[in-house]
């Protein structure tokens, strides 16, 4: 009897945005256009499988712009790059196509707007994330990193009534909303962001992760250990409701242990996961007992964005 109350809660959305399918896409059209290799600087979106699948089409993924031969096409990630990236490009004569997330290149400009206004910027983000070192690097002089509430007693601004924050996209909406409300109890002249800056998926995933959470002992997230947002709903989970949440990029990684006892799990899966990861996932679960999926929809999407502008131009008919 047991067996027949087992069910799977699949959150929706999950997996790819608009920003990950627009970067994805873009390798991908790239290669058919211009044939390989395609040099790409950094991982084009943070999951391993998406990486791996496009190295074996004939994409090059490089650390830095030195790496790439003089000449060659380079196409920049989904997280964005400091404007030295596109000096470095431009001194090496390379083909640049820029795939940053325009989510991303949002926070750019509201980073320089606030800049070039004498601001002092905080911007709450993970250390060493690639999307956090590209948009410091549009006005590094005036930003400063918050890296959560804790880091909040650390910083020092020159005018407590010039300051503003913006954040890295893909945060934690609650942790990102803690660490606000403890820079504006530091500095109440606080200024907001013109838009909120974690981008919309991001804040849709967690919303659906919030509403299986209640209701599943485990939660299994599928994604990479790089991947920000994907951690995230990991934390989400545990923090409303889920007795234990854990992120794998395999279903061959989930541990057969987490299963038991359980009769709820939810499933659902970071913004640069393919669907297929997923599918892979459910059928292990189906396999074990699990073969009731129920979807839970909590936001219905239909965000999408233009291929960059280098590649819609060299990809319009002659």
Request: charged share 25%.
């Amino acid at each position: 009897m047991g067996h027949m109350t087992r069910r799977v809660l699949l959150a929706k959305p999950r997996g790819y945005c608009a920003g990950v399918d627009r970067a994805v896409q873009t390798v991908e059209l790239a290669l058919e256009r211009y044939g390989a290799p395609i040099y790409v600087r950094k991982q084009i979106v943070h999951n391993v499988h998406v990486v791996k699948s496009l190295e074996e089409r004939g994409a090059v993924f490089v650390e830095e712009t030195e790496e790439v031969p003089e000449g060659a096409i380079v196409v920049f990630s989904a997280h964005g790059v400091a404007p030295v990236v596109h000096e470095e490009a431009a001194g090496l004569n390379l083909r640049t196509i820029d795939a940053t997330c325009p989510l991303v290149t949002k926070v750019h400009k509201e980073a320089k707007r606030f800049a070039g206004d004498d601001f002092d910027i905080l911007l709450i983000g993970h250390e060493g994330h690639e999307e956090v070192i590209g948009t410091s690097g549009e006005a590094p002089e005036h930003v400063q990193l918050v890296d959560g509430p804790g880091d909040v007693a650390n910083i020092t601004v020159r005018d407590p009534e010039k300051v503003v924050w913006l954040s890295q996209t893909t945060l934690s909406v609650d942790e990102t909303t803690a660490t606000v409300e403890a820079l504006r109890a530091k500095f109440p002249k606080l200024m907001d962001p013109p838009s909120d800056d974690i981008c919309y998926a991001t804040q849709n995933r967690q919303v659906a992760v919030k509403e299986i959470a209640a209701e599943s002992q485990l939660v299994i997230v599928v994604g990479s250990e790089n991947s920000s947002n994907s951690k995230r709903l990991v934390d989400v989970a545990k923090n409303y409701g889920a007795d234990a949440s854990y992120l794998v990029d395999y279903a061959e990684q989930i541990d057969l242990a987490w299963l038991e006892g359980v009769t709820t799990v939810g499933v659902t899966s970071g913004a640069s996961v393919p669907e297929e990861l997923v599918a892979g996932v459910l059928a292990l679960l189906a396999e074990h007992g699990f073969g009731t999926v129920e979807e839970v929809e909590s936001v219905h999407e239909r965000m999408i964005f233009a291929l960059p502008h280098e590649l819609r131009r060299d990809l319009r008919p002659a």
